[in-house]
């Protein structure tokens, strides 16, 4: 039976636009319609390469006629390949795989309260965070994000973690207790709307962790990959983490998460102590390894950071010219926010009236999030159609006033 009112055997948990797509080209979706959409919101920074990416198409065909699935309990030859690739491009010297960006902070979580108990400490297992957070959905995760619509409902908030106001490195000091175990942060908050964390504030904090005999944690989920502009956001800072959770365009579109560690954090998590069905399955390896291929190629992050620098300079322009509607661009490469002077969910509609994806953020952002390989005429027919919604707002009064009126009527 489905939930009354309701014609679908869905959950009710997302709010859904009335539109289905059936097939992608780059950075362009068709719909069932077949109308095409300018796609700037890459599934939520998924879909780092666009869609039907030859590269990832020919490796995923090519693997499914051999092997999807093995258990973990024998040896799988492109997990270690993409494990030691990824350790051979960053701070890490293990990797574990998930399947999601949730479960690899949840790896991350245990391997920080491993680390302190296998050192004596294990009454060390307190996470500081920062306000506006958005670290997943499982119960740890929203725990840690601190965000209440996402706690309430769900009985007591997992202990273990102290949340400091953003951006607040004082507070995070004064946090520090004899429980506490490591820092959590993401370099930049992308649900949060999207707020970039000063690199002097992200040395800060290593310094703190440091002074404290603590593990910092970086969360990037959404801004590592070559979203920055850099293969992950926290280069820009000169700052290394001690563990770091990564998915989204990892795996391109496929489901593919990891949890990065020095080899101190990790040495605690030994045989049986974690586990995972499906992390690391030949099916997700092998596209991870494709994704790879393209992101570490010669010349492609410095492709994303030139395309960065158009699309904000563009950007700059459209606040100017619509300064009731636009307050200011925010981000760094291709994750960008438009801080909107009307409700996010209004300029949202108003783009997707233009057929232009993109996503709602917190602190009243709108996310721009076109995958890595967008082109030049594809930012210039966003900003186009970005100018044609704001045309159209300027004409009309925004809904929000009318709806407030309607409610107190």
């Known amino acids: 039976m489905t939930a009354p009112g309701s014609t679908s055997p869905l959950y009710a948990t997302f709010s859904r636009a009335d539109v289905a797509f059936e097939r992608g080209e780059g950075a362009w979706l068709i719909d069932s319609r077949g109308e095409r959409w300018l796609d700037f919101g890459s599934g939520i920074a998924v879909n780092a390469l666009g869609h039907a990416h030859p590269h990832l198409v020919a490796t995923l065909k090519a693997q499914a006629e ?3 699935h093995v258990s ?3 040896r799988i030859p492109d997990q270690e390949r993409l494990a030691e690739r990824l350790v051979a491009s960053t701070f890490a010297d293990r990797c574990f795989f998930t399947n999601s960006g949730a479960e690899a902070l949840e790896c991350a979580f245990k391997t920080v309260r491993r680390y302190h108990w296998a050192n004596g400490h294990p009454e060390r297992f307190r996470i500081i965070t920062m306000e506006g957070a958005f670290h997943g959905r499982t119960l740890a995760t929203i725990a840690a994000g601190g965000q209440e619509k996402y706690l309430e409902g769900f009985g007591p908030k997992v202990d273990g973690f102290d949340q400091v106001p953003f951006n ?3 507070a995070v000091r004064a946090a520090v207790t004899a429980e506490t175990a490591g820092i959590l942060v993401e370099p930049i908050q992308g649900e949060g709307g999207v707020r970039v964390i000063p690199p002097e504030s992200l040395r800060a904090l290593r310094q703190i962790c ?3 005999g ?5 969360d990037e989920v959404q801004c590592g990959y070559g979203r920055s502009g850099r293969f992950f956001a926290h280069e820009w ?4 983490p001690d563990v770091m959770a990564v998915a989204k365009g990892i795996g391109g579109g496929f489901p593919l998460g990891a949890c990065l560690a020095t080899d101190a954090a990790a040495a605690a998590m030994t045989a049986g102590v974690h586990g995972t069905t499906y992390g690391g399955n030949p ?3 092998a596209v991870g390894n494709a994704v790879l291929d393209v992101v570490l190629a010669d010349g492609f992050l410095e492709r994303v950071r030139a395309a960065s620098l158009r699309f904000k300079q563009a950007l700059a322009g459209i ?3 619509y300064p009731d509607l636009f307050e200011e661009v925010r981000g760094e490469g291709l994750l960008i926010g438009l801080k909107c002077r009307r409700p996010v969910a209004e300029m949202n509609a108003a783009f997707r009236d233009q057929h232009l994806l993109t996503m709602a953020a917190g602190d009243g952002v709108v996310r721009l999030l076109p995958p890595l390989i967008v082109g030049d005429d594809e930012i210039l027919e966003a900003v186009k159609r970005i100018d044609d919604a704001a045309i159209a707002l300027s004409a009309a009064p925004s809904a929000a006033p009318e709806a407030a009126a309607a409610k107190s009527a």
Do not use: S
């Open 66 to 68: 051999k092997v999807w």
């Open 210 to 212: 440091d002074d404290h």
């Open 319 to 321: 606040v100017d010219r």
């Open 283 to 285: 099916l997700a390896m």
């Open 72 to 74: 973990n309990a024998f």
């Open 237 to 240: 800072a000169g700052v290394t």
């Open 168 to 170: 607040d490195i004082a």
């Open 214 to 218: 603590l593990l910092l944690i970086f």
